[in-house]
T-cell receptor, first 118, second 112 residues
Framework: GAVVSQHPSRVICKSGTSVKIECRSLDFQATTMFWYRQFPKQSLMLMATSNEGSKATYEQGVEKDKFLINHASLTLSTLTVTSAHPEDSSFYIC??????????????FGSGTQLSVL | LAKTTQPISMDSYEGQEVNITCSHNNIATNDYITWYQQFPSQGPRFIIQGYKTKVTNEVASLFIPADRKSSTLSLPRVSLSDTAVYYCLVAPPGSSASKIIFGSGTRLSIRP
């Protein structure tokens, strides 16, 4: 199946600094990628939809100036958490849609990034 | 949007067959049913997808009754490594991610 690579897997930073998370589709082109965050023992919550070559679409309540998304190529999307604060500590997951060889749609997910802000 | 309801948690033992049922009473005609598995500190992994009747792959089976208001994920002969959270999703093909709502999922615990 399709592979989505996400880096780093874990990052610890000081409050006020910015952190960049990369999401790459390794064996397919993803015109659309999605970013989720997940708190412990909770479900995934969609933050934004990343579209190659255009501005990202953010879900209600997600600050676009705090969570900067760039999707400059068909295989790479980045999420930058700017001026991170302890409340931004969470598990961030990216995913990409692969139409692939089937007529049905599947979402493939990265391995996630655990962000801890001190 | 079709909302899904699953049991919060389930327990079973190694070697048993586990069936997790998901309710989706207001499923639309063009909605597909997809199940994902998530281990701690990892992203979800696609398990199986279906539209009606029965679908089987090397990992699981998916049973969907004629009215499609529910579906059952069947895991044959589970092992400890099947301990994970299982999510049932309902959405039409080509839908935006905002239409693909992750419910609470079912936390499956397998014991020796």
């Amino acid at each position: 199946g399709a592979v989505v690579s996400q880096h780093p897997s874990r990052v610890i930073c000081k409050s006020g600094t910015s952190v960049k998370i990369e999401c790459r589709s390794l064996d397919f082109q993803a015109t659309t990628m999605f970013w989720y965050r997940q708190f412990p023992k909770q479900s995934l919550m969609l933050m934004a939809t990343s579209n190659e070559g255009s501005k990202a679409t953010y879900e209600q309540g997600v600050e676009k100036d705090k969570f900067l998304i760039n999707h400059a190529s068909l295989t790479l999307s980045t999420l930058t958490v700017t001026s991170a604060h302890p409340e931004d500590s969470s598990f961030y997951i990216c995913s990409a849609r692969d139409w692939g060889w089937t007529t049905n749609e599947k979402l493939f997910f990265g391995s996630g990034t655990q962000l801890s802000v001190l | 949007l079709a909302k899904t309801t699953q049991p919060i948690s389930m327990d079973s033992y190694e070697g048993q067959e586990v069936n997790i049922t998901c309710s989706h009473n207001n499923i639309a005609t063009n909605d597909y049913i997809t199940w994902y598995q998530q281990f701690p500190s990892q992203g979800p992994r696609f398990i199986i997808q279906g539209y009606k009747t029965k679908v089987t792959n090397e990992v699981a089976s998916l049973f969907i009754p004629a009215d499609r208001k529910s579906s059952t994920l069947s895991l044959p002969r589970v092992s400890l490594s099947d301990t994970a959270v299982y999510y049932c999703l309902v959405a039409p093909p080509g839908s935006s991610a905002s239409k693909i709502i992750f419910g609470s999922g079912t936390r499956l615990s397998i014991r020796p």
